[in-house]
């Protein structure tokens, strides 16, 4: 069962409340530099990023900010400043749809209630993220290190500031880099309190250990019912990380499925290039357009059962291989028509369906 949160809107986007879970991503390009800034966010809503969250360092990267919520109305675009309460405002005067602060360091209570009541007014909500990087010093000494129960007590602390502050609309995130203690820290958060969260690790790493923390943290969480939005973060392409949020999503059924590729480790049985084929069906399955379950597999053993349960299928032997589609055999192909078959078949069922395929 879902944690019921505050509900929210972010640029047209419901968050919390029972809303469905968002996936977010955070632009890598120069802050200043609006063309990389362009193409990137056009390629992050491409990859399916609902909302894209700006690193907004000074003034000159704030009507920068401005610019591109011009140039991308119907995106919900982020602004996350530190240390600076005038770029705060200004990016809620660009027009940004939230802001994602530290209460700590944006200049004191006096300069904090200007930007909470701003926000309050523009109907921009704010998120209070903690990482176990940066907790106050206070916390750390007590508790002996950023355990979860310091990562709790400081989000809801600052989150508290702001409300207090003028600006009720509040996100959180208690970000650290092991799983356990980002689990528990949220879990903390959840317990205390009813404002939306905002999930992810900090420091997560490059995409293979990165992918599987994510998967870890955010799995458990969602699956326990916490969590409004996420936000994978790893050392890559900023696509690779909203790739990633969405089949999270989908795995766990949060979201409608999109297309399903299904293909088998490989092992000595294996007599064809399956990884190479494996490489050059996957982009097929955006082109086509619909969700599609599609099942490439290596050898006779789990391959024909695999093949059959699938929308579209290949069982491959040696330099030959069955297609299936919906659970029968329509052909028997030699391997370089491997690629061209599955294609048809897919097209093929892309048509039944009303869907002209993008290819």
Do not use: W
């Not at 003034?59 to 005038?86: C, M, T, W, Y």
């Amino acid at each position: 069962m879902r944690r019921l949160s505050r509900r929210m809107v972010v640029g047209g986007l419901d968050l919390g409340g029972g809303a469905p879970v968002s996936v977010q991503a955070m632009a890598k390009s120069d802050p200043r530099d609006p063309d990389a800034l362009a193409r990137e966010i056009e390629a992050l809503r491409a990859a399916g990023a609902q909302m894209v969250r700006l690193a907004v360092p000074d003034q000159e990267a704030a009507r920068v900010f401005g610019n591109l919520k011009r140039i991308f109305p119907s995106v919900p675009l982020v602004a996350d400043v530190h240390f600076n309460a005038s770029v705060a405002l200004a990016c809620i005067y660009e027009g940004a749809d939230k802001l994602r602060i530290n209460p700590g360091n944006i200049g004191g209570p006096r300069r904090l209630e200007e930007v909470a009541l701003e926000a309050s007014r523009a109907g921009v909500p704010i998120r209070v993220g903690v990482n176990s990087g940066s907790l106050e010093r206070e916390l750390l000494e007590r508790y002996g290190g950023p355990v979860p129960q310091a990562l709790a007590e400081s989000a809801l602390r600052n989150a508290r500031l702001v409300e207090e502050a003028g600006q009720p609309d509040v996100v959180v995130s208690v970000k650290a880099s092991s799983v356990p203690s980002t689990v528990e820290a949220y879990r903390l958060v959840a317990q205390g309190s009813d404002y939306p969260l905002h999930l992810g690790l900090t420091g997560a790493g490059p995409p293979s250990r990165g992918a599987a923390k994510s998967c870890l943290a955010l799995g458990i969480l969602l699956y326990q019912g916490i969590g409004d939005t996420i936000r994978v973060s790893l050392t890559a392409d900023a696509c690779e990380e909203v790739r990633l949020g969405r089949a999270i999503l989908e795995a766990l059924e949060l979201r409608p499925p999109g297309p399903d590729l299904v293909s088998c480790p490989t092992c000595g049985r294996c007599r064809v290039d399956l990884k190479g084929l494996v490489a050059q069906v996957e982009p097929l399955l955006v082109e086509v357009g619909i969700p599609l379950k599609v099942a490439v597999m290596g050898c006779e053993v789990n391959g024909p059962g695999e093949a059959r349960e699938a929308d579209v299928g290949l069982a491959a032997g040696k330099g030959r291989g069955a297609i299936f589609r919906k659970g029968r055999i329509v052909r028997t192909v030699p391997e370089e028509e491997f690629l061209p078959a599955l294609r048809r078949e897919m097209e093929a069922l892309a048509l039944e369906r009303g869907v002209s395929p993008q290819s």
